[in-house]
Structures are given as C-alpha cells and as structure tokens.
C-alpha cells in the first residue's frame, strides 16, 4: 500500500510516470526502507493508466464487499450493560484491598 501511496504522490506532484528512484525519494522521506522487486510490480501495474479510471474501478470493486454492518449495532446495545457490570467489578476490587489489611502507599 505505501509503495501505491508513494506513486499516487509522484502523480499528484505532476510526474506523469514516476520512476523507481522517485519513490524511493518520497518513501525514504518518511523513513520507509523500498524493496525493488515491489517497487518494480507497482510501477509495471499502473504504466500508462489513468489512476482516476483506475481508482473508480478499484471503488467498484470494494462497493460489492461486504461490510457486516449489522454486528456494530448489536454490539453496541451489548455496551451499557457491560459497562455497569465492570463499575460493579471495580466497586469490588476496591474494596478487597481494604481485606488485605495494608495499601501499597502506606
């Protein structure tokens, strides 16, 4: 992903075809080591493609994914109760120490 990042930056920044060692540039600029063999594979996959056409296909794509949407509200109605029994645990917690006869400050 940061190796795409780096070309979508090289793109942005109005180098139509951005090379190897201009990714290395902007990825070492944030201190990110580049491996040539994936520089190379992201270089080769987006050569002469519109990024725009690219980015709207690749949107597509994600759009058919499932998100499991459902889950999140259940589990959130799940929260209150949760919390409530933690305050109830806290309560006990604290006053166990009070059974062990010394604090840790005393």
Same mark, same amino acid.
């Given at each position: ?66 998100? #499991?949407? %459902? !889950? *999140? /509200? +259940? &589990? #959130?109605? %799940? !929260? *209150? /109760? +949760? &919390? ?23």
């Amino acid at each position: 992903m940061r190796y795409v990042a780096a070309y979508l930056l090289a793109v942005l920044g109005g180098n139509k075809s951005p090379s190897a060692a201009d990714l290395k540039k902007i990825l070492s600029s944030v201190g990110v080591d580049a491996e040539d063999d994936l520089l190379t594979k992201v270089i080769d996959e987006l050569k002469g493609k519109d990024l725009e056409t690219v980015m709207t296909e690749g949107h597509k794509k994600l759009a058919s994914v499932p998100m #499991g949407g %459902a !889950a *999140p /509200a +259940a &589990a #959130g109605a %799940a !929260a *209150p /109760a +949760a &919390a409530k029994k933690e305050e109830k645990k806290e309560e006990s917690e604290e006053g166990s120490d009070d059974d062990m006869g010394f604090g840790l400050f005393d």
